[in-house]
């Protein structure tokens, strides 16, 4: 559902739509999100359908991995918590701040949710960008950028 008209579409056109207003979009998701075995195209997916952020219990591991070296936020909830407690139903307006000072390995950030009817709440997050090579990879927009920027600066 693209949610400014309520018009029903495709996932694909309506990521297409999101794109094309500048639009970031997230992804909420459970236990080991990322489990099969396209792991690696699963990552490039997202990133091509404008998806700056994933959020989840757990993560399989190298499918984490790839999100960062897309340039893709991988996030996960603390202290037990679920998307299922979120109460979601798609019409939310998504934040997540906590990055003035740059990011760190494993670093905690804020999600604030706004509801339809204009209340938030706040939820801590751990960013499972887990090194500070993953950190530099995200902070180009991914491993390509990131060797492209090192092969441009030798040239």
Known sequence: ?????????????????????????????GKE????????????GTILLGVKAVITESFERIH???LVGMGVLPLVFKNGQTR?????????KIDITGFENGITPRMDVNLTITRKDGKT???????RIDT???????NNGGVLNYVLRGLAKKA
């Open 121 to 127: 709440e706040q939820h801590k997050l751990l960013c």
């Open 33 to 44: 999100y990322g489990t099969g075995s396209s792991r690696d195209w699963a990552a490039k």
């Open 64 to 66: 984490r991995s790839n």
């Open 84 to 92: 299922k407690d979120l109460n979601l139903t798609g019409d939310e």
């Open 132 to 138: 500070l090579d993953e950190v530099e990879y995200y």
């Open 1 to 29: 559902r693209y949610v400014p008209t309520g018009e029903q579409m495709s996932m694909y056109d309506a990521a297409m739509k999101y794109k094309e207003t500048g639009t970031p979009l997230v992804i909420f998701g």
